[in-house]
């Protein structure tokens, strides 16, 4: 089985910062990629900032220069650093990460539960 666990939400006032982690364990033999989206109430879910396997890093235009994505392969784990944060960044922000379980198997998606960030005054 494969576990994705985020972590790392809570309440911050505005221009504040997080470090929103995701770490993936179980039968785990090739990350391919992994990102963020976040799901505001009322609203579709959206894309925040993805990793490709070579490192490429691609954001959306809102949280372009304020936030980062890296990732620490030795650990399965992807964070997302999010800095001077406003109240439209107030979300459920969920991990995603592809990867392949063995040698001969095609790669899939696999979510977590999601992580509250809040911004507020």
């Known amino acids: 089985q494969v576990q994705v666990v985020e972590s790392g939400g809570g309440l911050v006032q505005p221009g504040g910062s997080l470090r929103l982690s995701c770490a993936a364990s179980g039968s785990i033999f090739v990350i391919n990629g992994a990102g963020w989206y976040r799901q505001a109430p009322g609203k579709e879910r959206e894309f925040v900032a993805r990793m490709f396997s070579g490192g490429t890093t691609t954001y959306a235009e809102s949280v372009k220069g304020r936030f980062t994505i890296s990732r620490d392969n030795a650990k399965n784990t992807v964070y997302l650093q999010m800095n001077n944060l406003n109240v439209e960044d107030t979300a459920v922000y969920y991990c995603?990460?592809?990867?392949?379980?063995?040698?001969?198997?095609?790669?899939?998606?696999?979510w977590g539960r999601g992580t509250q960030v809040t911004v507020s005054s």
């Open positions: 995603n990460v592809r990867l392949t379980t063995s040698q001969v198997t095609t790669y899939q998606d696999y």
